[in-house]
């Protein structure tokens, strides 16, 4: 399909079915309008998550709605424009976000119009990719060990995939909390776990976790299934396993109640104070993204079949515009 854009146009990824990586397409489509309390950002990059690639393999969001649509929730851009009743930024304010979800925001486009407070200031210093690999991921830590588990100092944290989109910014706000962090990755990525922050890195594939670490106030969960129980094994009476993966039959709540321990799923949020506490944890030098590898907009499905070996260090990104 022609996706050649004019000032009322943009181009855009979608799908219209569900399937591998190249059902996804680019084309022209109608650019947004922002409404009342939203704004109109011109993206530079959107980040590339799980979520995104389990969405076009089911062909349905995880609110429901069926295809066609254009998928990603993560953005990095500049204000082009603003909506009524909206003070907290103006045009041209360079801002980051992870709007809408776990409804279709449409980010992997050249412009996403959304509510206003489910943008922030982009942290200074960073690049536009760096900014775009953020939100998702590092929202879904802060809320899972901030707002849900309530990390303090002292507390011993384990935090499962630890070199990962949501496990290698986790490990650092876990530190920043002043917790120990106990992180599983293979081995070679343990000398990066120990850059992070990491006090006690587990090689999964050699170590059995379930079996070596003991009285951990929190666990954070990315993998599901037999992490689930085994998790709860390490964790003292009191403490709290939050995954992030949706809980099915095997979701051990009744051992988690015998055990005293709290077990909970959490879905992340649109967050403007949460982006905010970031991006000053970024500004402070105790949070950094790590990017694995960028890839032009029209290369969504390359994107998607890079993230789905689950072999990624950090994050995956689409450079949207200069």
Same mark, same amino acid.
């Given at each position: ?5 004019? @000032? ?9 079915? @569900? ?34 690639? *389990? ?16 998928? $990603? ?14 003070? &907290? /930024?103006? #045009? ?13 925001? =449409? ?8 509510? !206003?407070?489910? /943008? !922030?200031?982009?942290?200074? =210093? &960073? ?11 590092? &929202? ?30 986790? #490990? ?5 909390? =002043?917790?120990?962090?106990? =992180?599983? @990755?293979?081995?070679?990525?343990? +000398? ?22 003991? +009285?951990?106030?929190? #666990? ?35 051992? !988690? ?9 959490? &879905? ?10 970031? !991006?000053?944890?970024?500004?402070? $030098? ?8 960028? /890839?032009?907009?029209?290369? @969504? $499905? ?12 950090? *994050? ?7």
């Amino acid at each position: 399909m022609d996706h050649t854009t004019t @000032a009322s146009t943009m181009r855009a990824v979608t799908q219209d079915v @569900a399937g591998p990586p190249e059902v996804l397409r680019l084309v022209a489509t109608p650019r947004p309008v922002p409404g009342r309390g939203e704004i109109l950002v011109r993206v530079r990059a959107a980040g590339v998550n799980p979520a995104d690639w *389990k969405t076009r393999q089911r062909g349905v969001f995880p609110d429901g709605t069926p295809a066609p649509f254009t998928l $990603g929730f993560d953005v990095a851009g500049v204000v082009a424009e603003v909506g009524d009743g909206v003070t &907290l /930024f103006r #045009v041209g304010d360079a801002v980051f976000g992870m709007p809408r979800f776990p409804h279709v925001a =449409g980010a992997y486009a050249e412009y996403v119009a959304a509510p !206003a407070r489910h /943008f !922030a200031p982009s942290p200074r =210093g &960073l690049t536009p990719v760096e900014a775009g690999a953020l939100p998702l991921a590092a &929202l879904t830590a802060w809320q899972a060990l901030v707002d849900t588990a309530d990390v303090r100092p002292g507390n011993r944290v384990l935090i499962h995939a630890a070199a990962g989109g949501v496990g290698h910014l986790a #490990v650092q706000i876990a530190k920043a909390r =002043g917790a120990y962090v106990i =992180g599983t @990755a293979g081995a070679t990525k343990h +000398d990066l776990l120990r850059d992070l922050g990491v006090d006690e890195p587990i090689d999964y594939r050699t170590q059995d976790f379930a079996e070596t670490v003991r +009285d951990v106030d929190v #666990v954070l969960d990315s993998l599901g299934g037999a992490h689930w129980s085994r998790s709860l094994r390490t964790i003292r009476p009191g403490g709290t396993l939050v995954t992030i993966i949706p809980p099915d039959a095997d979701f051990p709540t009744a051992e !988690a109640e015998a055990r005293g321990v709290r077990a909970d799923f959490m &879905l992340v949020e649109p967050d403007h104070a949460g982006l905010r506490e970031i !991006a000053s944890l970024v500004e402070s $030098g105790r949070l950094r993204v790590l990017v694995d590898e960028v /890839f032009p907009l029209a290369e @969504a $499905g390359r994107a998607h079949a890079r993230g789905e070996t689950g072999r990624t260090t950090g *994050k995956l990104v689409l450079s949207v515009a200069p």
